[in-house]
């Protein structure tokens, strides 16, 4: 980014050309479209940058899912939807901050939202009791609005969750690579490599909260020895833990604890 560049000008700001603005929550922007303005070429670097800023976030008492709101991202017509974040302009300001400060485009990037935050403060004209009772219920309908889609989204996938579950309330490998969309050893395969699962299929402690595991045994039929094992199954928690773990897996993403 040249340092001769106008970052405040509406025709030059690169920052202002990827800005979205929503009549509710104001100015937003994809982290995905900030991240190559903030010097960064892979979203894996990025992403710690953003959980920087998350931390910040929490840490200066402020609401962290109000600031970044998860999302998928799409690229092109039949690209795979990536991880993606809603940034606030605060939020922007926090990444911006927690980014390499021997990053030129970080300083450009420091500037620009500090002192479009602070335009925003002195600004912002005080609101009267009518406009504040119009805003929450604005924003209280469109929550309603999120959850309703939410749970209708839900209903058939509960439905199909229902019709995999075991007896006992849990789910088979086969059955999460049917609802996850994987093939069965594909799945175990990234589990293992992830650290989730061991070599043989039983979960690491750390985890083994999000699973079921049966203690049985096998007769060896060479030796006629009975062998101990273990029968491993996903429990309803583990479905969404998997899913996550996985798609970590997909953005190349480092699996941490």
Same mark, same amino acid.
């Given at each position: ?29 994809? !982290?995905?479209?900030?991240? $190559?303005? *903030?010097?960064? #070429? +892979?979203?894996?670097?990025? &992403?710690?940058? /953003? ?68 335009? !925003?403060?002195?600004?912002? $004209?005080? *609101?009267?009791? #009518? +406009?504040?009772?119009?805003? &929450?219920?604005? /924003? ?118």
């Amino acid at each position: 980014m040249s340092a001769e560049m106008d970052l405040f000008s509406a025709s030059a700001s690169p920052f202002d050309a990827i800005r979205m603005t929503d009549p509710v929550d104001g100015d937003l922007w994809s !982290a995905r479209d900030l991240m $190559p303005l *903030l010097g960064y #070429d +892979e979203w894996r670097n990025f &992403a710690g940058v /953003i959980d920087r800023a998350q931390a910040a976030c929490a840490n200066a008492g402020v609401r962290v899912t109000g600031n970044f709101v998860a999302a998928n991202k799409v690229s092109g017509a039949r690209g795979p939807a990536q991880l993606d974040f809603i940034l606030s302009r605060y939020a922007c300001y926090l990444v911006a901050m927690n980014g390499d400060p021997r990053k030129p485009e970080i300083a450009a990037a420091q500037t620009y939202f500090a002192i479009k935050t602070r335009e !925003a403060e002195i600004a912002l $004209p005080a *609101l009267t009791e #009518d +406009e504040i009772v119009h805003q &929450a219920l604005a /924003i209280t309908a469109r929550r309603v609005d999120e959850l309703t889609a939410k749970v209708a989204e839900l209903e058939p996938k509960a439905e199909f969750y229902d019709d995999l579950m075991d007896a006992d309330g849990t789910y088979s490998f086969q059955a999460v690579a049917n609802i996850l969309g994987w093939g069965r050893n594909v799945m175990i395969r990234e589990l293992r490599r992830a650290g989730v699962l061991q070599g043989n299929r039983l979960p690491y402690q750390r985890y083994a909260h999000h699973f079921k595991v049966i203690p049985t045994t096998y007769v060896n039929r060479g030796t006629g020895e009975t062998v101990p094992t273990a029968t491993t199954t996903v429990l309803p928690s583990g479905i969404e833990f998997i899913r996550k773990r996985l798609a970590r897996t997909e953005l190349g993403v480092e699996v941490g604890a």
